[in-house]
């Protein structure tokens, strides 16, 4: 099987493209999804995962960000053939404010505007076109609502905030944690991410929309996060408790696995220790 991955020069497109021993299109590797002419090469794959994107929620950034996510997912999914697959990277944040309505968001979970930047909204948007062009086109297609994936370092990219804690234990720099530290997440190793692309290629499902996240089973509030940061590493952390970052939206946020564990039977395998060991230069134990 062919696959291609965009922005496989990305945080977590470096281990996808590394995982699959896939093909890069992306501005690192001299080709950009806004670009109809580079992106026509999509037509040659069997699998294309759609990493690629503008993560940028400064309200200046939002035409660009609606270039990229938007006009660029539409770019590729026009290039897509028939039968191929198609798996796109969109975001749990779709969902706003509504998911502080449940313990575990399920899909169902209301997606209307309630103050989301141009980043979620974008994202958003492109899942409509990748269901419109996928049974337009005849391919399939699956769409990950990702919560928070986090992978080890790699040069050029900048890690999310489960990377950025690591870096900062690792420099006894000192961290300031939102709400306290009490806001609630779970967290998904970017190789669970590339079982959960394979899990949907291997199905005979054609359409599919799924939350992908940690689940139950690896979520822990971000005080516990640095915690346990601590005892892989066997660094001591320095949290500033005085100047505690804004609350953030939603407060908690753990993805309703049921879905995908009922039409895919995918579930994380990696837990939390091995997974944050690999931040630190740890080897996984799934």
């Known amino acids: 099987m062919r696959i291609l991955v965009t922005g496989g020069s990305g945080y977590l497109g470096t281990h996808i493209k590394s995982h ?17 002419d580079d992106v026509q090469k999509a037509a040659e794959y069997d699998m294309v995962i759609h990493l690629a994107a ?21 770019n590729v999914l026009k290039h897509v053939r028939k039968d191929a697959v198609f798996i796109f990277a969109s975001t749990k944040d779709v ?4 998911a502080d309505n449940f313990s575990q968001v399920p899909e169902g979970c209301q997606t209307l505007y309630s103050g989301q ?11 409509r076109y990748v269901e419109f062009y996928a049974h337009q086109n005849k391919f399939r297609a699956c769409i990950f609502r990702m919560s928070t994936v986090y992978a080890p370092p790699s040069d050029g990219n900048q890690p999310n905030f489960v990377g ?8 006894g720099e000192c961290i300031r944690l939102p709400g306290r530290g009490r806001p ?37 509030t971000l005080t516990e996060l640095i915690a346990t940061m601590e005892d892989v590493s066997g660094l001591q952390a320095v949290v500033d408790t005085e100047h505690p970052l804004d609350d953030p939206v ?37």
Not at 54 to 74: M, Q, W, Y
Not at 192 to 219: K, M, P, Q, V, W
């Open 250 to 286: 939603p407060f908690n946020y753990v993805s309703d696995l049921s879905m995908i564990d009922r039409e895919l039977g995918w579930l994380p395998k990696i837990g939390l220790e091995s997974g944050l060991g690999t931040l630190f230069g740890g080897s996984l134990n799934a």
């Open 184 to 220: 609630r997440r779970d967290l998904l190793h970017v190789n669970d991410l590339a079982e959960a692309c394979t899990a949907f290629a291997d199905s005979a499902i054609r359409h599919g929309t799924y939350n992908l996240g940690g689940g139950a089973e690896n979520a822990l």
């Open 95 to 98: 969902y706003g404010r509504f």
């Open 54 to 74: 503008r993560l940028d929620k400064d309200p200046s950034a939002a035409d660009d960000v609606f270039l990229t996510n938007v006009e660029g997912t539409i």
């Open 164 to 171: 950025h804690y690591a870096n900062m234990v690792n420099l």
């Open 20 to 36: 699959f021993g896939a093909d890069d299109l992306s501005r690192r590797a001299g080709s950009d999804i806004v670009n109809n």
């Open 117 to 127: 930047s141009a980043l979620e909204w974008s994202k958003l948007i492109a899942e």
